[in-house]
């Protein structure tokens, strides 16, 4: 039961990582921030919803240092 649930897993994730591929995530041209690393595990995470609609976006700000 174990090994199903492993493989089910795995093949989860592997649509999520070709979803994020399809959606253009992992190109050099991705500006690095933590709303674009944050979507880009989102996607991943959401696996197969992404071909049913799903579109997963995360907006975040990290706090500047105070001067």
């Given at each position: 039961?174990?090994?199903i649930l492993g493989a089910v897993v795995v093949?989860?994730?592997?649509i999520g990582v070709?979803?994020?591929i399809q959606r253009g995530y992992f190109g050099?041209?991705?500006e690095?921030?933590?709303a674009t690393a944050g979507t880009t595990a989102v996607t991943v995470l959401a696996g197969p919803l992404n071909y049913v609609g799903a579109n997963p976006k995360v907006d975040c700000e990290v706090p500047q240092p105070s001067s």
């Open positions: 039961m174990r090994g093949i989860w994730l592997v070709v979803a994020a050099d041209d991705q690095v921030s933590c």
